[in-house]
């Protein structure tokens, strides 16, 4: 009796301690389980990657921009432009701050050679800047943007300048100034309208001749890897260097042209004339009989929608940099009987209602068309290699009309 007592016994604290361990253990799951599990992480995380890049795209000012393009300072410089001029669907802001509705940025079309005139820092460019095809009538005043190197971007730059102008002596001239760049300041601007102005023969040709001071030495100890360990080299000493100046033009250029944008190849798209405003005291309709008691409610009354479309469903994205988006809505819907003043109908389409309304003749009733527009900035590349920023106007409806 006590032996199958303690038999019993022991059995049941054997089955306390499995139970106690089998509640502190999970068992592993199978193969097809822990694949199914990391392939749902996965699935997240892409998709959480997918959103995050559409959500980059439709955030975006401008659209993507290649590797090259992001290192190109003369680039970065037109965007920092073209984000102070214009508001994030691309509308130039008010008050106007760049005293030009198109600014060109010209790169040096030669060869530029430089010229260590000491051992200091005193160098020199030689450019040239083709200016053919250019209305330089136009020209409200001419700049040349100093970039400096991006290596020792932490650094102030001092630099004195001197431009001089190449040719005939007759249209040879020399200015001067100074460069100043706080650290992480990219570039700078430097007056030049006198150097373009002079110019007729389509080429502008400069030298740039920088003296900067001594003291923006730096030690840089560049890192090597030898056998996986990384191993401290030689130190390497740079010098605060500025690039090849850019040329930039401020231009009041004519109205532009969208068509221009879609090259020469599109079918160019029908021009609406801008209609005009019609005075109130001279509205013919207050002196039709009986036209103004009636009236009737449109089922789907005239008005301004929006429709906001990127310019890669275009396909103008290879070379419009800015905006991403545009939005130039569109008006649509039916007229209706009473032409009031709000809609700024002329007195033509106001008697043209009305025979239509008598049904004289064959005669539609009168469109639901734009009124007011407002101008759109746009940042494009040229083929070759320009940077041009332009105002073109009439590019986005603000308000409806009958006509």
């Known amino acids: 009796m006590k032996a199958t007592n303690s038999h019993s016994l022991f059995n049941i604290l054997i089955f306390l301690c499995l139970f106690a361990m089998s509640s502190t253990f999970t068992p592993p799951r ?19 990657s997918s959103q995050n890049d559409h959500s980059r795209q439709q955030n975006l000012r401008h659209r993507f921009l290649t590797k090259d393009q992001v290192a190109d300072q003369n680039l970065q410089y037109m965007l920092s432009l073209y984000n102070r001029a214009a508001d994030t669907d691309g509308r130039p802001r008010e008050p106007r701050i760049l005293g030009s509705n198109t600014v060109r940025l010209i790169r040096s079309t030669s060869t530029p ?11 020199s460019y030689i450019v040239e800047y083709e200016l053919k095809a250019l209305p330089l009538e136009k020209l409200v005043r001419a700049s040349v943007i100093h970039l400096r190197t991006t290596a020792l971007s932490h650094l102030p730059v001092s630099c004195g300048v001197n431009v001089s102008s190449l040719g005939p002596a007759s249209q040879r001239v020399s200015s001067g100034g100074s460069v100043m760049l706080r650290p992480h300041d990219q570039w700078t601007e430097m007056d030049i309208t006198p150097h373009v102005s002079s110019q007729n023969e389509g080429r502008l040709s400069l030298t740039v001749q920088y003296q900067c001071v001594e003291d923006r030495l730096v030690k840089i100890t560049m890192l090597r890897r030898r056998g996986g360990r990384r191993t401290h080299g030689k130190p390497v000493y740079l010098r605060t260097q500025l690039k090849v100046p850019a040329l930039l ?8 042209d969208p068509r221009e944008w879609a090259g020469p190849a599109e079918v160019p798209a029908p021009s609406v004339p801008r209609p005009r405003r019609s005075k109130e005291p001279g509205s013919i309709g207050a002196d039709i009989p009986n036209y103004m008691r009636k009236n009737s409610v449109a089922k789907t009354q005239c008005k301004l929608h929006s429709y906001r ?4 469903d275009l396909d103008w994205d290879r070379w419009i940099i800015a905006p991403h988006k545009y939005n130039p809505r569109y008006c649509r819907g039916d007229c209706p009987r009473i032409l009031h003043y709000g809609y700024n109908s002329p007195n033509h389409a106001i008697v043209q209602n009305f025979i239509n309304e008598m049904g004289v003749g064959e005669v539609p009733p009168p469109a639901c068309v734009p009124y007011k527009y407002k101008p759109i900035s746009v940042l494009m590349m040229e083929k070759n290699g320009s940077i041009v920023y332009k105002e073109y106007e009439d590019m986005i409806a603000e308000s409806c009309t009958c006509r």
């Open 30 to 48: 199978n193969a097809g389980e822990m694949a199914s599990s990391l392939s749902s992480h996965g699935d997240i995380s892409s998709l959480q």
């Open 113 to 123: 050679k430089r010229y260590h005139t000491s051992p200091d820092q005193q160098y």
């Open 249 to 256: 033009l401020f231009l009041e250029e004519e109205a532009g």
């Open 309 to 312: 479309v990127t310019f890669r």
